[in-house]
């Protein structure tokens, strides 16, 4: 059974009201008739809707009292009102009520706007609870996480985002996701978003594709990013999951020295060597010119190397 208050400073009002709304199955746990004893009321009872009068007496009208509740409590309000002008309308449009009733009431529209008004709240209530998950989620997420609109302006973004980029969430929603991408790079990405809006189709979504960002600081690092787009009333939104591969990117160069050069000298170890110097060889051929090779043999490298310690020293 729904819980219902009724703020009306007209006795004759709140006593119909009461009447019609028990007969309709509908618990009133208070009628009161001031803005400033609805608000007292609303902080103990909690009721689940309320029915409030426009105008009445104090220092608080029926849109102050229900702009109180709605902040601190977030208990739907319906306005009663004997006035169903623009003035008054307008006025209370200000705290979005969940529905009007005009007085003299018909019993079937108490019913209407109060169901109405309780779909309304359980749908807005999920909404936000969905909304709370999703976002909880994005923000625990390890790789950084961007909303892009149909502009290419950045609509949201989460914590691995803001750290990875170096600015806070206000500071980058609204801007070009371009802002993040280095100048020279930028043009591409533009292209490439531009074609999935006009075509619909990319030859980057759902592939991880390597490209440079930018930090807050002005410094780049290497990233990789996946891309889809999803459709809210006929606009297309791109979410972009991008991880920082620096250490990646590290590691494979650390490889590549380790594969083509010598650990104690530094320079082409012998088998990358021989095969630098068979195509420097080839190249010379087909271009009929002259190629020079110079070889340095030193004696005794490992009595060197183990009088200076110098494989314990790169170690270290």
Same mark, same amino acid.
């Given at each position: 059974?729904?819980?219902?208050?009724?703020?009306?400073?007209?006795?004759?009002?709140?006593?119909?009201?009461?009447?019609?709304?028990?007969?309709?199955?509908?618990?009133?746990?208070?009628? +009161?008739?001031?803005?400033?004893?609805?608000?007292?009321?609303?902080?103990?009872?909690?009721?689940?809707?309320?029915?409030?009068?426009? +105008?009445?007496?104090?220092?608080?009208?029926?849109?102050?009292?229900?702009?109180?509740?709605?902040?601190?409590?977030?208990?739907?309000?319906?306005?009663?009102?004997?006035?169903?002008?623009?003035?008054?309308?307008?006025?209370?449009? /200000?705290?979005?009520?969940?529905?009007?009733?005009?007085?003299?009431?018909?019993?079937?529209? /108490?019913?209407?706007? /109060?169901?109405?008004?309780?779909?309304?709240?359980?749908?807005? =209530?999920?909404?936000?609870?969905?909304?709370?998950?999703?976002?909880?989620? /994005?923000?625990?997420?390890?790789?950084?996480?961007?909303?892009?609109?149909? =502009?290419?302006?950045?609509?949201?973004?989460?914590?691995?985002?803001?750290?990875?980029?170096?600015?806070?969430?206000?500071?980058?929603?609204?801007?070009?996701?371009?802002?993040?991408?280095?100048?020279?790079?930028?043009?591409?990405?533009?292209?490439?978003?531009?074609?999935?809006?006009?075509?619909?189709?990319?030859? @980057? @979504?759902?592939?991880?594709?390597?490209?440079?960002?930018?930090?807050?600081?002005?410094?780049?690092?290497?990233?990789?990013?996946?891309?889809?787009?999803?459709?809210?009333?006929?606009?297309?939104?791109?979410?972009?999951?991008?991880?920082?591969?620096?250490?990646?990117?590290?590691?494979?160069?650390?490889?590549?020295?380790?594969?083509?050069?010598?650990?104690?000298?530094? +320079?082409?170890?012998?088998?990358?060597?021989?095969?630098?110097?068979?195509?420097?060889?080839?190249?010379?051929? =087909?271009?009929?010119?002259?190629?020079?090779?110079?070889?340095?043999?030193?004696?005794?490298?490992?009595?060197?190397?183990?009088?200076?310690? @110098?494989?314990?020293?790169?170690?270290?």
């Amino acid at each position: 059974m729904y819980r219902i208050m009724v703020v009306d400073n007209e006795a004759v009002i709140t006593t119909q009201l009461e009447e019609r709304l028990a007969s309709m199955g509908y618990k009133v746990v208070e009628s +009161v008739s001031s803005g400033e004893e609805a608000v007292d009321k609303a902080r103990r009872l909690r009721p689940d809707i309320i029915l409030m009068d426009i +105008v009445m007496p104090g220092r608080l009208d029926g849109i102050d009292a229900s702009e109180i509740i709605k902040a601190e409590l977030d208990i739907p309000v319906i306005f009663l009102t004997a006035y169903a002008d623009d003035k008054f309308v307008e006025k209370a449009k /200000i705290v979005e009520p969940f529905g009007y009733i005009v007085k003299p009431f018909q019993e079937k529209e /108490i019913k209407a706007a /109060i169901e109405l008004a309780l779909y309304k709240k359980n749908i807005e =209530r999920r909404l936000r609870k969905s909304e709370e998950r999703y976002r909880s989620t /994005i923000d625990t997420a390890i790789e950084a996480i961007i909303t892009v609109d149909n =502009r290419g302006n950045i609509v949201s973004l989460n914590r691995a985002a803001e750290t990875m980029f170096g600015y806070s969430d206000d500071e980058l929603v609204d801007k070009p996701f371009t802002f993040i991408i280095p100048k020279r790079l930028e043009k591409d990405l533009e292209n490439e978003m531009n074609g999935i809006l006009s075509t619909g189709k990319s030859d @980057i @979504i759902g592939k991880t594709v390597e490209h440079y960002g930018i930090r807050r600081n002005g410094s780049e690092f290497p990233m990789e990013f996946s891309l889809t787009t999803w459709e809210i009333r006929e606009r297309i939104f791109f979410t972009i999951v991008v991880r920082d591969i620096t250490e990646r990117k590290q590691a494979e160069e650390k490889l590549r020295i380790s594969a083509t050069t010598d650990a104690l000298t530094g +320079v082409l170890n012998r088998e990358f060597g021989l095969v630098f110097f068979g195509k420097q060889l080839q190249l010379s051929k =087909r271009n009929n010119s002259k190629l020079s090779i110079c070889y340095l043999d030193v004696d005794d490298l490992k009595e060197i190397n183990d009088h200076m310690d @110098i494989e314990k020293e790169m170690r270290s």
